[in-house]
């Protein structure tokens, strides 16, 4: 499975984004899904995760009531959509599935490449 995500750039704070990660292959409608982020100097970090139902949704309490997952199976591509962004929300925004939307990295199988995420003051 290979994952592309896309639509970061360049916010001022109180804007919004919408991330989107495209999967290849069948088997996407099978994984949860996770959006991490990774700050300069930080570790990688969950912000929110979708079960592969859809039932089970999860967020980092930095991002909670300001950020919603979403999935679309028969699309094969899973959504971000960030509000009243915050300047300490940038960061290189990833996706990944793996079998539990979980907060721990090593748990999941397959990484995107990243898409950077800058919300100035």
């Known amino acids: 499975v290979q994952l592309q995500a896309s639509g970061g750039g360049s916010v001022q704070a109180g804007g919004s984004l919408r991330l989107s990660c495209a999967a290849s292959?069948?088997?996407?409608?099978?994984?949860?899904i996770g959006w991490f982020r990774q700050a300069p100097d930080k570790e990688r970090e969950f912000v929110a995760g979708?079960?592969?139902?859809?039932?089970?949704?999860y967020y980092a309490d930095s991002v909670k009531g300001r950020f919603t997952i979403s999935r679309y199976n028969a699309r094969s591509t899973a959504y971000l959509q960030m509000n009243s962004l915050k300047p300490e929300d940038t960061a290189v925004y990833y996706c990944t599935l793996g079998p539990r939307p979980v907060t721990n990295t090593d748990e999941y199988y397959y990484w995107g490449q990243g898409t950077q995420v800058t919300v100035s003051s």
């Open positions: 979708i079960s592969w139902t859809g039932d089970d949704i």
């Open positions: 292959g069948r088997t996407f409608n099978r994984y949860a």
